[in-house]
């Protein structure tokens, strides 16, 4: 098939998964017998008459047959980028507006983790795989499997308590000052400041789990045989590590760090909740409380996409590392 | 579990070591079977009592069940904030050694009876995850073809989508409660399940005793029955123990988030209202510390005892 | 002077349940240019002896005696030393190519790896090198370019055996080199391997539980049982006329078309060969051996001359007993 053929076949599968998920969030909302308006202004608390229903009825569509009317309506409308308009938290305003506002907050949370828990986790889960039941291997180990086993907001909890309360070294919520007047590099400085703690916890949180894919993995790939041919050849072992051991460990880990995002981006919810951080996650917190469903179906589609990407991310990847996926 | 080989003087594990020298002595099938299986069993735990990590969770599972037991016979009046005459987020003493919270309940009271319900809900959760996991697991391993590439695209979808975004919109649909949260964990962690249990099940189907048996005239359900599901078993196992843990997690943070019972506190629970009551901040460690605590020791308890189970299963991993 | 040369060896694996002795006193000699049969059932350690003659055991591995190679004391030398030699000295040809070349490198670049390591060339000449090794056994030049999983097995055992004969070593230890392939490609590779051990006059250790492979590959052979080796001898002598029990069984068991002996006379050998940890006492064959009599299960046979150049570790070669019953059923 060649590689030209595996990443156009990857790129289509992700769109169609995609697709999917759009279809899903289209059903989602229909599937309680009640009234969708019913349910759409529940959280508004106020009573509407049927006048004012019949009309929020009309105007989102909903008097249309659901096959193909609202169907096809939905579908063009998120296909556009219209994810309609927000009813409670910030009614009337387009839910694609308000993302845009409290996206790169948690983008910058989410990277930065991210990143140095899976640098972090591959380094440490290579070194311990390599030197077996060594110190190191025990305590991190140990360490590990405590991270894993934490819920990632509890931590958070003690971090602020640790960090912020009693010691007072970071500030334990927002994500910039209130009422900030910093400019340039201050302001730089105070989004730092306030980004450390969150995304302390989330490199904390998931640093444990790559660890040990990354170390289990590379004690399955030291058992083949391959290596002990690059032995026999008389290679180095360091050279056994990085250019046969390593290069085949790494393939099953990206597949499963790249699988784990999901997890990452649940996590990333409630870290920011326990922060008051003003992003994403946050937002969907509110918007739950507040039974804001144009704005949850909004986050639900956008966390599909971007698990999605990460995995279509991680393929490609793969594919470039792997000859053998790249056959038919 | 393959057909041990022959050897002269019938099978040690069929016999006393000895041909029978009367009918008397042949055993049945049955009988065989249950024999082999209660060796089995005591092989098995033989060498799961050598794993350290396996017998230290299974000791902590142990008294968290007890504990968890207790909580259901023993009183909940120190739960009611209209009874408690309790000072107000008061750090631990002899009266409250684990302290009291905002409302001036026992910390130590409501920890307690949050084992029961998060012990509960896990569980339950995670009989679901398995039940769907392992059937859909089956169903496509075994039959293959088309149930098997419909099945599967499901399952890949269901691995794609975000798990909390996912429970957040069900709960927000449905209502907070704890079958909410038991509904919702259930429903998105069934493919990793199932994924595993395919795989294991497509190498079960390609052994040659299988290939006998269906020669032998095996159907469909003797199949699944006799061949495919003990084979199945330890794989699924050792998956349910981790699901377990996942699922702990999950209702931790579904609780955490205002989806669970307002009325009955897990320790997400717990952790929710420490939080809403601004534990932080006001530095009520003794409020924040022991739920979470508990969670950590739980699901870690079913961690190791998953990795101990691992190693037995996974006999290659056993020579490290 | 013997390329090759154990001497008393022993080998005991560290496991968690107690040592498992896998070689218990092998003695064995190679001479320049001679190839050595040694056969035997999984299990009985031979490839246990390939393994060590590089020290590639696993690192809790005891292994005791004298390793000679070349003159060079293998087991007291430097990690420096032997990574030098590893190669140069003697190479490995691993059974299953499966699963012993690196699926993500091309095998080219593998064959290559061992050229430069020993930096015996450059890379653009390592490339060259690479392409008439290929060529030397039968392969297009262009194949250094693909990866493992593109090759059949018989294609990725020729690439093996170019792979060990890049540093042009004293001896190639060929560890049941065709075991995995189908009997056609086995004959070819068999046929590859015999031409360039007579063209190259290598030296070879060549393993296998397939005895009739042996006979026509070896110059000399030994059969291994339990860790210890139970005959050995000229390979024509010992396949046709064995001295051994376990000897005659094994070539038994690998009938040849068209000798009569085998004709109406299905054969095999019942049973399993023992448990390391669980060796029977006296002679360790007794419990499955046709032959055996009371002294078996008293005296531990040791290697008894059975003819010229021969030897077998069975006392019905020293005469004890009376018995003319046949060895060979």
């Known amino acids: ?328 | 579990m393959q057909t041990p080989p022959i050897t002269p003087g019938g099978d040690p594990n069929l016999t006393s070591g000895r041909i029978p020298e009367s009918l008397a002595e042949v055993r049945s099938p049955r009988q065989i079977r249950r024999a082999r299986r209660r060796r089995a069993l005591s092989t098995f735990w033989a060498q799961y009592r050598k794993s350290k990590m396996g017998m230290a969770g299974l000791i902590i599972l142990a008294f968290f069940a007890a504990v968890a037991i207790f909580a259901v016979f023993a009183s909940k009046d120190g739960l009611d904030p209209t009874l408690v005459e309790g000072p107000r987020l008061a750090s631990p003493s002899a009266t409250y050694p684990l302290g009291t919270d905002s409302f001036g309940v026992s910390v130590l009271t409501q920890v307690i009876q949050g084992s029961k319900i998060s012990l509960l809900v896990g569980l339950v959760a995670s009989i679901m995850t398995i039940a769907i996991g392992a059937l859909v697991g089956i169903v496509s391993g075994y039959r293959g073809g088309t149930y098997d590439t419909l099945l599967m695209r499901f399952t890949d979808f269901g691995l794609v989508v975000p798990w909390l975004a996912l429970a957040i919109i069900l709960a927000s649909i449905i209502g907070p409660s704890l079958v909410t949260i038991i509904l919702v964990i259930g429903l998105t962690s069934w493919p990793g399940t199932a994924r595993l249990v395919r795989s294991q099940v497509l190498s079960v189907r390609e052994r040659p005793y299988v290939e006998r048996a269906r020669a032998l005239g095996g159907g469909n359900w003797h199949m699944i029955a006799h061949h495919v599901l003990p084979n199945v078993m330890p794989v699924i196992l050792a998956n349910a123990v981790l699901v377990v843990a996942i699922a702990i997690l999950s209702e931790t943070a579904l609780s955490f988030l205002g989806l669970g019972d307002p009325f009955s506190f897990s320790w997400g629970g717990i952790i929710e209202s420490a939080f809403n009551g601004h534990a932080t901040t006001l530095g009520a460690w003794w409020w924040i510390g022991p739920p979470g605590v508990c969670i950590v020791l739980v699901v870690l308890a079913f961690t190791m005892i998953g990795f101990a189970l691992d190693e037995i299963i996974n006999p290659k991993l056993r020579e490290r | 002077m013997s390329v090759l040369s154990l001497k008393d060896v022993h080998i005991t694996y560290h496991t968690a349940a107690g040592g498992v002795p896998a070689v218990r006193g092998v003695d064995i000699e190679v001479a320049k240019g001679e190839v050595l049969g040694l056969a035997g059932e999984s299990g009985c350690g031979k490839s246990t002896i390939a393994g060590a003659i590089l020290r590639l055991l696993p690192s809790r591995t005891k292994v005791e005696g004298s390793i000679t190679l070349d003159g060079e004391d293998i087991l007291s030398m430097k990690l420096g030393r032997l990574r030098a030699v590893r190669w140069t000295g003697a190479s490995i040809v691993f059974q299953g190519a499966m699963h012993a070349l690196n699926p993500v490198q091309r095998v080219g670049d593998q064959i290559g790896e061992a050229i430069t390591v020993h930096n015996q060339a450059g890379e653009r000449e390592a490339k060259v090198r690479v392409g008439s090794l290929l060529e030397q056994v039968g392969l297009p030049t262009r194949r250094a370019a693909d990866y493992p999983h593109e090759l059949s097995g018989g294609q990725k055992q020729r690439v093996m055996i170019a792979m060990a004969l890049a540093c042009n070593p004293s001896l190639i230890i060929a560890d049941e080199p065709t075991t995995a392939l189908d009997v056609m490609v086995q004959a070819q590779v068999l046929r590859l391997m015999k031409d360039l051990q007579r063209d190259l006059g290598l030296s070879m250790v060549f393993i296998t539980h397939d005895l009739s492979v042996l006979v026509e590959t070896s110059d000399r052979l030994a059969i291994m049982y339990a860790g210890k080796i139970v005959e050995e001898g000229p390979a024509t002598s010992v396949f046709e006329d064995p001295k051994h029990p376990y000897t005659a069984a094994l070539a038994a068991a690998f009938p040849q078309i068209g000798d009569r002996r085998f004709r109406g006379n299905p054969t095999g050998l019942g049973g399993d060969p023992p448990d390391p940890q669980e060796i029977p006492s006296g002679c360790p064959f007794h419990p499955r051996c046709p032959a055996a009599f009371a002294d078996c299960q008293r005296t531990v046979p040791e290697l008894y001359a059975a003819g010229t150049g021969r030897r077998a570790a069975c006392l019905l070669v020293t005469g004890a007993h009376a018995s003319t019953a046949e060895v060979t059923e």
Do not use: C
Request: no cysteine; net charge neutral; glycine share 10%.
């Open chain 1, 1 to 328: 098939m060649g590689t030209r053929g595996y990443i156009l076949k990857k790129v289509f599968q992700a769109f169609l998964t995609l697709l999917a998920v759009i279809v899903f969030n289209f059903f989602l909302f229909r599937i309680l017998p009640a009234d969708p308006v019913d349910i759409l202004t529940r959280g508004a608390g106020a009573k509407l008459d049927d006048a004012e229903k019949a009309e929020l009825r009309a105007s989102y569509g909903l008097d249309k047959s659901l096959f193909p009317g609202q169907f096809m309506d939905f579908m063009g409308d998120t296909l556009r980028g219209d994810l309609g308009q927000s009813i409670i938290q910030r009614p009337g305003e387009d839910v694609t507006a308000i993302f845009g506002e409290f996206m790169w907050p948690t983008l910058l949370l989410v990277g930065v983790s991210t990143l140095i828990s899976t640098v972090l986790g591959i380094f440490m889960g290579i070194y311990a795989g390599w030197r077996r039941n060594g110190t190191f291997d025990m305590f991190s180990m140990g360490f590990s499997l405590v991270l894993y086993s934490m819920p990632e907001f509890w931590l958070g909890m003690l971090l602020i308590l640790l960090f912020s309360t009693t010691l007072g070294w970071f500030p334990s919520s927002g994500r910039a000052s209130v009422g900030g007047a910093y400019t340039g590099l201050a302001a730089v400085a105070d989004i730092v400041n306030h980004l450390f703690l969150p995304a302390l916890t989330l490199t904390l949180a998931y640093l444990g789990e790559y660890y040990l894919v990354m170390r289990s993995s590379l004690l399955d790939v030291l058992g083949e045989d391959y290596i002990t041919t690059a032995r026999a050849k008389g290679v180095r072992e360091k050279w056994v590590l990085r250019r046969h051991a390593v290069r085949n460990a790494l393939l099953p880990t990206i597949t499963l760090i790249a699988l784990s995002f999901g997890f990452v981006l649940g996590g990333a919810i409630t870290v920011e909740v326990v922060f008051s951080y003003k992003g994403l996650g946050g937002l969907t917190y509110d918007a739950l409380q507040n039974r804001d469903f144009p704005l949850l179906q909004g986050v639900f589609l956008i966390a599909s996409a971007t698990v999605i990407g990460m995995n279509l991310i991680a393929d490609l990847i793969y594919g470039y590392f792997d000859p053998r996926v790249r056959e038919a």
